[in-house]
Every structure is written in C-alpha cells, then in structure tokens.
C-alpha cells in the first residue's frame, strides 16, 4: 500500500533553517510528481512547492519562493523541503502529497513551529 511519512518537523527560531523528508514506499516514486502542502492554525491547506518526477522542474508559492528548496533521490524514494529564513507564519503542519491513478494520498503530516 501506499505510504508517506514526513519527518524533520519542530520549533525553530525566525531565520533559522529546517529540513523537511518525506519517505515514500509503496509505488514507484520516479515516476510521479511530488508535493509538500501545509495548513496553518484555521486556516485553508496551501501547496507550497511540487517537484517533477525526474527533479527538473519545481515550482513554489510565491510566500515561500527564494526561501524553501524542494528537491528529490529517486534512489531512494524521498522528498525533502530544505526551508531557510523561516517566518513565524511559516508555522504549519506541514504534508507530502501524491496524486496516483486519481487518488490523492497524504501523509500524516509533521509540525513547524517558528517562535522565539
């Protein structure tokens, strides 16, 4: 079956910097796209960054362009956001996301926290 699980969640100070993963298993993670979306306390889930299947192309939400970097290993199975200069808005859970045969599947997400 399909699994994600993201780690690499926690509190960080603003300006600080964090490593997000996201494990997958269960398909054959080369050959889709992937997405990292986040929700923020009462608010609307938002996509902030998808990677093509190859690593190539990446696009962002213009809240976090120039700040977070999306980047994938096909070897072995795993998407990252690498988030740099983060705000406290920046704070959300924050979700892996795939799109197989039209279902969509999520993982359990992982918190950031950004707070002095």
């Known amino acids: 079956q399909v699994q994600l699980v993201e780690s690499g969640g926690g509190l960080v100070q603003p300006g600080g910097s964090l490593r997000l993963s996201c494990a997958a298993s269960?398909?054959?993670?080369?050959?889709?796209?992937m997405r990292w979306y986040r929700q923020a306390p009462e608010k609307e889930r938002e996509l902030v960054a998808t990677i093509s299947n190859g690593g190539n192309s990446t696009n962002y939400a213009d809240s976090v362009k120039g700040r977070f970097t999306i980047s994938r290993d096909n070897a072995k199975s795993t998407v990252y956001l690498q988030m740099m200069n983060v705000k406290p808005e920046d704070t959300a859970v924050y979700y892996c996301n795939v799109l197989l045969m039209r279902r969509v599947y999520w993982g359990q997400g992982t918190l950031v926290t950004v707070s002095s």
């Open positions: 269960g398909f054959t993670f080369s050959m889709y796209y």
